[in-house]
């Protein structure tokens, strides 16, 4: 998987050297992903991968085109990884990937891992993680419809809506 990872910290946020952060073109890998997230301290990792799916509200999806404002992204992963250690402070990994460009049904457009000591602080800083990326990020799609129509949504749209 060739991704652009930052180490750069960005307004003060200083990601621990032990996350890993990508805004990529590249196909995700669960795989390496998962392997980053793997620390000796770890009883479990939780990765929630999020998939192009075949349809939006009953409506035939043919692909999805993410964007996304590259470095104010990282800046959000970053600070989304430090409320992660803020509120659970026992996590040992973050790992927060996003893929940009045209996607196809059944591609991956993100990842999100977290390496944690116990399942239950692992399960939730995850779900903060992706619930945050989802809210927070400058990331946007464009839904291509099987009638040859499309539109963008912001993921941010999410606040106005449940998008579980």
């Known amino acids: 998987m060739n991704s652009v990872k930052t180490t750069t910290p960005a307004f003060g946020i200083k990601p621990s050297a032990k ?4 805004i990529t073109f590249a ?3 669960v795989e390496e992903v998962y392997a980053m997230a ?4 770890n009883g479990a ?3 929630m991968s999020g998939m192009v799916r075949n349809q939006t509200d009953g409506k035939a999806v043919m692909s999805l085109e993410y964007q996304a404002y590259e470095p104010m992204a990282l800046r959000v992963f ?3 990884a430090a409320d992660i250690r803020s509120s659970w402070s026992d ?13 196809k049904i059944g591609e991956i457009s993100v990842l999100v891992a977290v390496g ?3 399942r239950r602080e692992a399960f939730e800083a995850c779900r903060y993680g992706i619930d945050t990326l989802k809210h927070q990020a400058p990331i946007w799609k464009k839904e291509h419809w099987q009638d040859g129509s499309s539109s963008w949504v912001s993921i941010s749209a ?3 809506q449940d998008c579980e």
Request: charged share 15%; net charge negative.
């Open 19 to 22: 996350d890993s952060f990508a």
């Open 27 to 29: 196909p995700l890998s």
């Open 38 to 41: 793997d620390d000796q301290a």
């Open 45 to 47: 990792i939780v990765l």
């Open 78 to 80: 970053y600070q989304i």
């Open 91 to 103: 996590v040992s990994r973050v790992v927060i990937y996003h893929r940009v460009g045209h996607l």
């Open 116 to 118: 944690c000591p116990h």
């Open 158 to 160: 999410c606040e106005a």
